[in-house]
């Protein structure tokens, strides 16, 4: 199978029963996007598939061939970290740091979608969207942190977005 992996053309032999997560841990060794639960409930594996973010654990590899994949280790551009990575080190957005790959992949595809003007459950408008604590929340519920450190993960986002989180 063929992809494009954080900007790398890349190969791997999947076995097709084997998840997008499985392939990217095991076989290419990029162990950043992390197994919570394995069952799509946690968000710890979430990845950019075309832009999009998805659960990796949710979706097979072979599913994938000729995709652009983006996974926690291609978000830097060599020692320069993304906005998101900085704002999460600035804000203290993270405690144990097991959620925190997930919730940064997931944080990246929430802001492309704000910019496309997709609109969320709790949008208060379907022409635009304005980033608040409870669109925000909305929008990240998808992923966990056992450790609550939500507070400080909104304002990561916010920060970056260009946005009040309050």
Same mark, same amino acid.
């Given at each position: 199978?063929?992809?494009?992996?954080?900007?790398?053309?890349?190969?791997?032999?999947?076995?097709?029963?084997?998840?997008?997560?499985?392939?990217?841990?095991?076989?290419?060794? #990029?162990?950043?996007?992390?197994?919570?639960? &394995?069952?799509? *409930? $946690? !968000?710890? =594996? +979430?990845?950019?598939?075309?832009?999009?973010?998805?659960?990796?654990?949710?979706?097979?590899?072979?599913?994938?061939?000729?995709?652009?994949?983006?996974?926690?280790?291609?978000?830097?551009?060599?020692?320069?970290?993304?906005? #998101?990575?900085?704002?999460?080190?600035?804000? &203290?957005?993270? *405690? $144990? !740091?097991? =959620? +925190?790959?997930?919730?940064?992949?997931?944080?990246?595809?929430?802001?492309?979608?704000?910019?496309?003007?997709?609109?969320?459950?709790?949008?208060?408008?379907?022409?635009?969207?304005?980033?608040?604590?409870?669109?925000?929340?909305?929008?990240?519920?998808?992923?966990?942190?056992?450790?609550?450190?939500?507070?400080?993960?909104?304002?990561?986002?916010?920060?970056?977005?260009?946005?009040?989180?309050?």
């Amino acid at each position: 199978m063929h992809f494009t992996i954080n900007g790398e053309a890349r190969e791997a032999e999947a076995d097709i029963r084997a998840s997008l997560l499985d392939m990217l841990r095991e076989q290419l060794a #990029l162990t950043g996007t992390k197994k919570g639960c &394995d069952h799509g *409930q $946690c !968000g710890a =594996c +979430t990845v950019l598939v075309n832009g999009r973010r998805i659960n990796a654990c949710l979706t097979l590899a072979v599913m994938h061939e000729g995709d652009e994949i983006v996974t926690i280790e291609g978000l830097a551009e060599g020692d320069t970290l993304h906005p #998101l990575q900085a704002a999460f080190i600035k804000h &203290d957005a993270f *405690q $144990c !740091g097991y =959620c +925190t790959p997930g919730q940064i992949m997931s944080a990246v595809g929430m802001l492309s979608e704000v910019q496309a003007g997709v609109p969320s459950h709790v949008s208060a408008s379907l022409e635009t969207v304005a980033l608040d604590e409870a669109e925000i929340s909305e929008r990240m519920s998808g992923n966990l942190c056992r450790c609550s450190a939500y507070p400080n993960i909104v304002d990561a986002i916010a920060e970056v977005a260009g946005a009040r989180a309050s």
